[in-house]
Each structure stands twice: as structure tokens, then as C-alpha cells.
């Protein structure tokens, strides 16, 4: 137990580190499951939460089929444009102060490019809502510092999967600097719902966030490089490849 606990405070520091955020908690085995305890953290059954669509990506633990309505909350949309692949944020704000939501959900599966967290952040402000970014699909970006920086930008929570573009083992990862809800999901996470867990784990995310620490930048540059790249060589070809005027193809 002494070099499992010694794995585990190498973890939290190294991704606090990476992320420049005071609380971490990588128990969770996935990002399914780190939007489950972020749910449980900032809401309680029969709280109404707003999230996008399946049209705007949003993901399916997000909405009544998965964790979210499991966990039996009520889901509403949040207004989105599709023109500019951005949360409708004066929208957002009439919506929101009709739903008085609990949480409001930015980002989902598929992020072209940063949304308006400052202007989400207004809204929740006003309502009295937690914001809650899910990095499950940006995370090695994120990290990399080559995208928005969600948890500086205004969101209370970030959660993500550190596979996909983290690069790391099949786990999950919660990221806030607020103490209230590093408290909660500590709790949630011990003595609740992952007590035990696979120590192999952590091990493997230890050289993961030392990897994106060291050549996170560079590597998150390149992976934006070839997204454009990507698409403008099928725009060449004929394929339609989705822009935004005066933003272009992506730049995720």
C-alpha cells in the first residue's frame, strides 16, 4: 500500500500540474462515469439540468437514456448555433431563466471549435447554476494548452475520459477548483461508489500526464494540423467539409 499511495499522490500532482486546476479526482473508470458524479456532486434527483441536443453533439450521458436520466433528472435543451458551432447565448439566457436549471452542460462529441464559456458563465451566474464542461473528446488538447481552458474560462467542473485524444488508459478524470465540490465528489468517489479501484491504473495515467507534460503542446499543434489539413484536402476533392465563415474547417 505504501507504493499504491505514493502512485496515487504522483497522480493528483502531476495532473493538477497539467491541468492548473487545485482539485483532481481520477478514481472514476471512465467519463460516462465522471458525468455521473458531477451530476451527483451539483444536483439531486427531479432537478432540471440543461444540456445540448443530439443535434449539437451533445453526448448521451447527457441526456434521459443515459446517466442523466438514470439519475433521474429532467433534461433540457441548451439553445445552440449551428451557423457558428457555439452555444446561443442570448438564448441561453431566456431559455435558463424559464428552466431555472440546476447544471448547465457545454460541449459533447463533437467540439470544432472553443465555445462562449464567459458568456455561459454569465447566464449561470444569474440563474444560480454550476457549469459542468465535458472534455471527454478535448482532453489531450486541453491539456496541450492549444484549446480553451474550460475550468480558467468559467466552468465549476470538467470532466473527460483520458483515452481519445489524452492518450492515456481507459479511466475518467473530474477537474474544478472550487473546495465545495472537491469535498462532494471526494465523498461520492470514497466511501461511495469507487472504493476500490485498479492501482495499474493510475500507473499508466502517471506516464500519460508525464508524456502530455512534456510534449503536450506539440503534439496537441499537430493534431489540429492535420485536422485542417484533412479537411482542406477533401474540400479540394470535392467532399463537402463543414466551415464556419471566418473560422474555417475546425480548429480542434
Known sequence: ME???????MLMSLMRKLFDAKYVEYRVPSGSIANLY???????????IMAFSDAAAGHVTHHAEGAAGLYGLEIHD???????????????????????PKLIIVAGSMCLFPYSLGEVRKVADEVGAWILYDAAHMGGLIAGGEFQQPVKEGA???????????????????????AELAQRLDKIA?????????????????IAVLDLLTHGKKYARMCIANAKSL?????????????VSGKGFTNS
Open 78 to 100: 441548451v439553445p445552440f448555433d449551428f451557423a457558428n458551432m457555439d452555444v446561443d447565448s442570448e438564448a441561453l439566457m431566456v431559455e435558463a431563466k424559464k428552466v431555472r
Open 38 to 48: 458531477a451530476y451527483m456532486a451539483t444536483t439531486k434527483p427531479g432537478d432540471k
Open 231 to 243: 479537411a482542406e484536402s477533401l474540400h479540394s476533392g470535392g467532399c463537402e467539409v463543414f466551415h
Open 156 to 178: 465549476d467542473l470538467m470532466t473527460g475520459s483520458t483515452y481519445k485524444s489524452f492518450g492515456g488508459p481507459p479511466s475518467g478524470m473530474i477537474l474544478t477548483n472550487s
Open 3 to 9: 507504493h499504491g499511495d505514493q502512485l496515487e499522490i
Open 190 to 206: 470514497f466511501p461511495g461508489l469507487t472504493a476500490n479501484f485498479d492501482l495499474s491504473r493510475a500507473a499508466s495515467m502517471v
